[in-house]
Structures are given as C-alpha cells and as structure tokens.
C-alpha cells in the first residue's frame, strides 16, 4: 500500500544511519577529501568542506577567509584527528594540501593572530553586542499604516472599539468559519450576510462603566492574581484612568513576569512604574482577586506538572 514503510525501509535507514566511518568517504575521489574548519574566536563549525589534495594552502587559507572573516596573513594552521592537534600546516603556502597527508574527516583548526579581529569576543556571533533600533512612542505615533495608526482610525469610528475586543471577535469568526466548512451550518450568534459569514450584532446595552464598588477591596501594595491567564503580580493603581475611554474604575497591576500590555504608562501618561515594557497593565476589578498570591516558583511549577501530566 501506497505510504506504508515496511521492514526493508527501516532496515535501510538502520542501515544508512549506523553506516561505517570507514565507509563514509568510500564514494569520493581519491584526490577528493571533505574536512571540518573551525575557528579560534567561532562557535561556528564548518562541516565537511570539500578540497582536492592538489590545492595549495594558498587555496585553503583563501576560503577559510571567506568563511570566517580571517585574512590569510593572519591564519595560523593546524590539523587535528579526532579533537587532538597532529601536526601544523607550514608558512608556505604554494604547497598542496596533499603534502600534509590530511584525509576526510580531520579538522582544520585557524587561529586568528590579529589582535584586534572583529571575531574575538564573539564579535560575530553574539547577538546581544549588536545595538538595536528602538522607536519611541512619538515616533510611532507620527507614522501612517501601523497597526496604532489603524487602532485610532477605528476608535474614531466606534468609541467602544479596542484591539482586544477586535482580536476576540476575530477569532470567534475564524472558529464559526471552521465550524460552517466541518457541518455546513453557522453557528449560533453568526449568519450569513451578502453570502459573507457575520457576527449577528447585539443590542447595545446602556450599561454604566465599573464604579468603586467594582474594585472593592482592592488596595495598593495587596498582591493579587489577573484573569485571563492566572497572571500575578501587585497592585499599583486604584481608580479612574482619564485617558482610557470608557470611564469607569480601573486597576494597575505590576506584573511578577512580562506578560501585560504596557509599562504603566497610558497616552504617554505614567500612572505607576511597572518596571519594564510589558510588565503592566489595568484591568477591571471584576478580573482581578487579591489575596495569598506569591510569586511562582518555576521549579514549583515543574513538580507539580509531573504530578498532573503522563
């Protein structure tokens, strides 16, 4: 049967992963070998480069500068066998790579002689050296056609709009179009308009915003734990937030891990320090639960895993 793997594949594959070092270069040429290159200031480890032992070590150093960065004028070269230094290619670099007997599966190992090579101290690869762009607020702001932009455009539109209730009804559309392609039918809530699945639109209720009594007993300083997501952190802010429309109560949450919306920060406005982007939020009171809400342990976190999960 078509897909199916029997016996002969996976003995073939047993076959081909176990296969024989002594084996492994059987099907180059004779004047053929493939050789790892590594590097005195890289991580980095070139694998099975191919060479023909009638290059010259003109040839080698050339592409190990191509490789790695390293002016041929600044390689020293040694072989290795198996991790261990066995011998050391010359200054002369018109002979071939055949003099030094080296075969496929030895390592070629430069050490970079500049003292000032851009390579050492992980000057190519670590990635946290590398200085980042970052725009402020401001800046993002002024630009046309970001995702900002396009959130202000439709609060204009619709004061009740926010980019939370648009992403949870997006992803009821995506569910009920799934549902609609599995039965054939749309589900409750949804129908279908201009033969276009639509959320089916709700009266809107003239409900006030949260008052005080939505945020009872919740004080600064108090730790709590946030829904959505079991989050936890400490209670920053109780009150009215001016600038985020709706009106009503609000609470400022410092987040224990990255997990919230903003830094404390609403319009530019600092309500509370949250200690870093994403370590904020406000939250209705009827979303947040004060009480015995340490910080987790995530080692806690993992034993009590094992006990829960086969």
Not at 225 to 250: D, K, L, S
Request: hydrophobic share 30%; proline share 4%.
């Amino acid at each position: 049967m078509a897909g199916m793997v029997n016996n002969q594949d996976m003995l073939a594959l047993k076959s081909y992963i176990t296969a024989s070092d002594a084996n492994q270069y059987s099907g180059l040429h004779k004047d053929t070998i493939m050789i790892d290159v590594t590097h005195s200031n890289l991580v980095q480890r070139h694998i099975e480069l191919r060479f023909d032992l009638h290059e010259t070590v003109e040839a080698l150093k050339h592409k190990i500068h191509r490789k790695t960065g390293t002016p041929p004028d600044y390689q020293k070269l040694y072989i290795k066998s198996g991790g261990v230094v066995i011998g050391e290619i010359g200054s002369d670099e018109s002979k071939m790579l055949g003099f030094y007997s080296i075969q496929s599966g030895m390592e070629v190992h430069c050490v970079d002689l500049n003292p000032h090579s851009a390579s050492a101290n992980g000057g190519y690869e670590d990635v946290s050296k590398v200085q980042k762009y970052k725009m402020s607020d401001e800046d993002y702001d002024k630009k046309k056609g970001t995702l900002r932009d396009w959130a202000k455009h439709q609060k204009a539109a619709d004061p009740k709009f926010s980019l939370q209730k648009h992403a949870k009804e997006h992803q009821a559309l995506v569910e009920a179009n799934r549902i609609y392609k599995t039965t054939g039918q749309a589900p409750p809530g949804f129908s279908f308009v201009n033969g276009k699945l639509t959320a089916d639109k709700k009266e809107e209720e003239n409900t006030p915003p949260p008052g005080a009594d939505s945020v009872e007993g919740i004080t600064v300083g108090l730790r709590c734990e946030v829904q959505p997501g079991e989050r936890r952190g400490v209670v920053m802010y109780v009150g009215e937030i001016e600038e985020i429309a709706g009106g009503g109560h609000w609470v400022g949450v410092k987040f224990d891990e990255p997990v919230g919306l903003t830094g404390g920060t609403v319009k530019g406005k600092q309500i509370f320090d949250a200690g870093g982007d994403r370590m904020g939020g406000f939250i209705r009171g009827k979303n947040v639960k004060v009480g015995d809400f340490p910080e987790r342990d995530i080692f806690d976190e993992l034993d009590d895993s094992d006990e829960d999960e086969l």
